[in-house]
């Protein structure tokens, strides 16, 4: 145990953690130069494109120092926002963290959240500022923002660049002579701490742990507390490039189980696994049943792939635990279902990979937050849809769910920054200066108001220089109204949407505009509406359409002519009927689009 | 002409009965010489040209043989030596009568022109004569169209072929009106001028046949209709299509590609075979633009009940609308629905996976699913 180090990387996004794990592979010898693809942990096509990491991965290194041989753990985490729980239980995993900075960036709101947690979990943090080979590093200017912020010695910052390795062996001593060894009893219970399971087609479910205390055989009756289920530990091992199975993982040591659980619904990241014939006292902390915050409806491009749509939610349901759904109808879209996420990224991956994975494309309708309702009868609903919203007049008060966000930014940007959350709803708390150029800024924020484009027009009026984090703190009621759009007076139900009573002729308005751009004419005159009950707030009219006809159609204009048509009636085929007017389906996206 | 040469055995050699195998093939029943030839070839050319498609192609007696011109190619001569030609009929760009319109287009002739070269034919002995009119083009008001309608009508020429204007993308308009220096066209206009023409063309005893297509009773241009109908055509120079039985293909459309591989004796034509739901869909479509409509019969014969039935429930909306009307077994546009016939004949396609409902019938029972011997049902009342 005393040769064992366990540890992650904190670093906002693009600051270079992936680089520099790559490094940290290549000169443990842990990839070979064959299999050294840029990017080792993030191994989803979707991960290296976007540069973030979904799911968190673990490797497993060997060091040799002064003629000892280390066993280095790195737990890599997901680096977003909608993923904070899973960081949490990676860094609960850990005795140390390497804080990394972009030199040219400096430090970020996400990295100071996860940076905190960190902290809060005692882990040791080694500050390294990266890629300070790169024009425009402010090296000196970052490092007395991470002297300000833990405290730390100026001479213990690390200077790096994972792009040349500059730094890789000062990294590597400071891991072993700085990061504790773990602690624990190999002869106390078992209590292993699950920080992530993944989906595999021929394994089954394989979960990720850490164990604190005891020993975990192959062959173990094994139990996981919070769930209360029991399962033979078919496998156990180590995490290398790939599974590397032992008899057996001890006190310290992170690996994986495989237990033939088909369902990562099963397994429930920060659970604690445990042996059935000599359980521990107690679970490890810190464990949350995470609930999505986030619901849209998803459909089908053709109303016959409905049963598909399923196949593949349920398959990456498999592998990420996080997303739930449910069947549901409307009447504009037909047959689809009710999806839950942990936040608007979030919705987005599983958008995307239902189209990438399984060529699954979908509609997706106006995501919106949980609310819950109290009835005047005394009833509680939770709503997960717009549809579900009760009548105004059985209506004693709507709940909606708040967060806390940390915003920093440079100081120019604070008047800009204050107006955008006012404008959403936001209370301003506090407000930070972490250095002289550096101001950290606090808000309560009502959920619903960042839901759609607040990041975007934070990034844009702040030209880059704001990041921005947030943490769910409680439910508070509001004035919220259920704005409805008609198309010649026929209510489309996927567009409707639950909308703060003062923000919702605005948005009414803008919706009908996007609409009018989206909707094609047609031989009649279409009438966009926006309405709160019976009150029309918004009203766009689609002029008739005159004339389709080709003028010419001879020898050599029969065949463009054909398949120009075809094509259209192909598009038509995809379109919705809502009453008379056709509605294609992109219109159903109008809401995502209207800052467009 | 040498592709006149390489393709003598067009008719032939598709129908299965080529003249070694002794039958005579059908004779070529019209001829059609598209845009700019009569400025550019001289009478021993002319000669020459004619001399050639008829010794390589059986070519009917009383073939059509039309050519296009614009007004400023016709002069007394050349006209006086067009008529000893095979050419017995005259397609003449005239657009319109007014100086603003024609300069507004970039054409080369005047008002004039236009005016003059209709008596010219007539006095030159060209009994058929087609002359090219567009509406809906900017600046063209109602009661200038209406003029320019009655200025024609006065020339009395067969055949009229209204057009209303296009902007094609990809051309010089498309440009200009997305830069904004042209106004884009009007559909209002358009539709409003399209019904106004129907009317005038009826007073003056011109019968609308096609969408852009009227003439006095019996002189439909036998070259263009043979389109519609799936009637065999071979096209002859650069970007030319040609068309036998479900087989259609098409020369390069870029001259100097077109002419080296000519010289080498290849043909350098690309070509498509057209699926059966492909053939039902240019059925629709073609059929839907004429007076004569789409035969139910033949369409059942052809396609398959399957097919048939699918595009019948496509089809219903648009009965229910009045935009299609059902009679005597046939599909046409009433007057509500002629300036939306490609909006209809797309709806009525079948593609992706109902193109599989398309089970060909057996040849021998097939007939053309436009039939010019029947009603046209434009002029029916009510």
């Known amino acids: 145990m005393k040769h064992i180090r366990n540890f992650c990387i904190i670093a906002h996004i693009d600051h270079g953690k992936s680089t520099l794990a790559d490094r940290l592979l290549e000169s443990t010898k842990t990839v070979s130069d064959r299999n050294m693809q840029a990017q080792v942990l993030d191994n989803m096509d979707l991960e290296r494109e976007r540069g973030i990491t979904i799911k968190s991965h673990a490797i497993q290194m060997v060091h040799m120092h002064e003629g000892q041989q280390y066993v280095f753990n790195l737990i890599d985490t997901p680096g977003h926002v909608d993923f904070s729980y899973e960081v949490s239980r990676s860094i609960a995993a850990c005795e140390g963290a390497l804080l990394l900075v972009d030199a040219t960036q400096g430090i970020q709101a996400q990295t100071i959240s996860n940076l905190y947690l960190a902290i809060e979990h005692n ?24 002297v300000d912020l833990i405290g730390c010695k100026h001479e213990s910052i690390i200077e790096a660049s994972g792009k040349t390795g500059l730094g890789v062996p000062d ?29 595999n087609s021929y394994r089954g479910v394989i979960a990720y742990f850490r164990v604190f205390n005891g020993v975990m055989k192959k062959g173990d009756w094994v139990k996981f507390v919070n769930t209360g289920n029991s399962y033979e530990a078919d496998e156990v ?119 990438r994975e399984y060529e699954m494309p979908v509609i997706t309708t106006v995501p919106n937050v949980s609310y819950v309702a109290y009835k005047r009868n005394g009833e509680k609903l939770n709503i997960h849809n717009p549809s579900d919203f009760p009548d105004p007049a059985a209506l004693e008060r709507v709940d909606e769910p708040y967060i806390r966000a940390q915003i920093i930014t440079s100081p120019e940007f604070v008047g800009a920054i204050m107006k955008l959350c006012m404008d959403r709803r936001g209370t301003l708390l506090n407000q930070v200066y972490l250095t002289p150029t550096r101001v950290e800024l606090s808000f309560d924020l009502p959920l619903a108001e960042i839901v759609f484009d607040f990041y975007d027009k934070l990034k844009s009026l702040s030209r880059g220089y704001a990041s921005f984090d947030y943490e769910l703190i409680d439910y508070r009621s509001g004035d919220l109204v259920k704005l409805d759009i008609l198309l010649n007076g026929e209510k489309v139900d996927a567009l409707s949407a639950l909308i703060h009573r003062n923000n919702a002729e605005d948005f009414g308005r803008r919706l009908c505009k996007k609409l009018r751009e989206l909707v094609p004419r047609q031989q009649f005159v279409i009438a966009i509406q926006a309405a709160i009950g019976a009150k029309i707030v918004a009203r766009e009219t689609i002029s008739a359409m005159r004339k389709d006809v080709t003028a010419k159609c001879y020898g050599g204009d029969i065949s463009r002519k054909r398949k120009l048509l075809e094509k259209q009636k192909k598009g038509k085929k995809r379109m919705r009927q809502i009453g008379s007017v056709e509605v294609p389906q992109q219109a159903f996206l109008a809401v995502l689009k209207m800052n467009e | 002409m040498r592709e006149a040469e390489l393709r003598r055995d067009f008719f032939g050699a598709h129908s299965g009965s080529s003249p070694a195998h002794g039958s005579p093939p059908t004779p070529i029943t019209s001829l059609y010489l598209g845009g700019g030839t009569p400025s550019v070839l001289t009478p021993p050319q002319w000669e020459q040209l004619f001399e050639a498609l008829y010794r390589l192609f059986p070519i009917a007696s009383d073939a059509e043989v039309t050519l296009e011109a614009n007004p400023d190619d016709l002069d007394a001569d050349r006209l006086a030596a067009l008529r000893q030609t095979p050419v017995n009929r005259l397609s003449i760009g005239i657009q319109s ?75 010089a308009l498309a440009h200009f009106v997305r830069q904004g220096k042209s106004p884009n066209t009007d559909d209002e206009q358009a539709s409003r001028q399209f019904q106004q023409m129907e009317v005038a063309m009826a007073e003056a005893g011109y019968v609308h046949y096609e969408i852009s297509n009227f003439c006095r009773p019996g002189a439909f241009a036998r070259h263009n209709t043979s389109y519609w109908t799936g009637e065999p055509y071979l096209g002859l120079g650069p970007a030319a299509h040609s068309f036998i039985g479900n087989h259609r293909s098409w020369n390069v459309s870029h001259n100097i590609k077109y002419v080296t591989q000519i010289e080498a004796g290849l043909l350098p034509s690309e070509s498509e075979q057209l699926s059966p739901a492909d053939q039902l869909n240019e059925s629709l479509m073609t059929g839907l633009r004429t007076t004569w409509g789409v035969d139910l019969e ?65 040849e021998g029972a097939a007939k053309p699913v436009l039939n010019m011997e029947r009603t046209r049902f434009w002029e029916c009342k009510g």
């Open chain 1, 237 to 355: 091992g180590v995490l290398k490039m790939d599974l590397d199975p032992r008899p057996e993982l001890r006190a310290g040591d992170v690996g994986y189980i495989i237990t033939g659980i088909k369902q990562s619904k099963e397994i429930k990241v920060g659970d604690t696994i445990t042996l059935r014939s000599n359980p521990c006292e107690k679970a490890i902390e810190g464990f949350v049943d995470v609930k999505p915050m986030v619901f849209a409806g998803l459909y089908p491009i053709e109303n016959e792939d409905y049963e598909d749509l399923r196949d593949s939610l349920e398959k990456l349901q498999l592998n990420d635990a996080s997303l739930v759904f449910e069947p549901e109808t409307s009447l504009a879209l037909g047959f689809g279902f009710r999806c839950g996420f942990l936040g608007l990224l979030h919705l987005e991956i599983v958008q995307e990979r239902l189209d």
């Open chain 1, 123 to 146: 882990l040791e943090i080694i500050p390294i500022v990266n890629k300070i080979d790169m024009d425009g590093a402010m090296i000196e200017e970052v490092k007395d923002q991470i």
């Open chain 1, 171 to 199: 990294i590597f001593r400071a891991i072993i002579e700085r990061i504790p060894s773990p602690s624990g009893d190999t002869e106390a219970p078992l209590q292993a701490l699950i920080f992530d399971s993944v989906f």
């Open chain 2, 298 to 362: 033949a369409l059942q014969v052809r396609f398959g009940e399957r097919a048939f039935a699918a595009v019948a429930s496509l089809a219903q909306p648009w009965l229910d609308g009045g935009q299609l009307a059902l009679r005597d077994g046939h599909w046409f546009l009433t007057a509500s629905g002629r300036f939306f016939a490609d909006r209809i004949a797309s709806d009525l396609f079948l593609v992706e996976e109902d193109a599989a409902l398309v089970e060909m019938g057996s």
């Open chain 2, 97 to 171: 009568f007014r100086d603003q319109d024609l300069s507004w287009m970039n054409r080369a002739h005047n008002t004039a022109q236009a005016r003059t070269c209709l008596d010219l034919a007539a006095a030159a002995g060209f009994r058929h004569v087609n002359a090219d009119l567009i509406y809906g083009s900017p600046g063209l008001d109602d009661a200038a169209w209406m003029a320019n309608l009655q200025q024609l009508f006065t020339a009395n020429p067969d055949h009229i072929s209204a057009y209303a204007l296009t902007v094609e993308t990809g051309t």
